[in-house]
């Protein structure tokens, strides 16, 4: 199972959700017999690569938020 596929939530992938959905059009029975399952493949790669990028972006801005505070507990121990 996929997440919703709203293109702004995946603008990495939004090329690959579009010819999905396409698929899913032009194909209303095939859909349920494989017919677009190389596309449901790459679409599951495509939000792999997504989830990658962002939890290495997510590590990056908590790494910061850490180093913040600990110099502001630094200040603040230093002004008692």
Do not use: W, Y
Not at 26 to 36: A, L
Request: charged share 35%; net charge positive.
């Amino acid at each position: 199972m996929h997440p919703p596929l709203t293109l702004h939530r995946h603008p990495m992938c939004a090329e690959i959700i579009e010819t999905f959905q396409k698929c899913h059009e032009e194909h209303p029975v095939g859909k349920f017999f494989g017919k677009c399952t190389d596309f449901k493949i790459k679409l599951d790669q495509c939000f792999r690569q997504e989830k990658v990028v962002k939890r290495k972006a997510n590590f990056e801005k908590s790494k910061k938020l850490k180093e913040t505070l600990q110099a502001q507990r630094k200040e603040t121990a230093g002004q008692s």
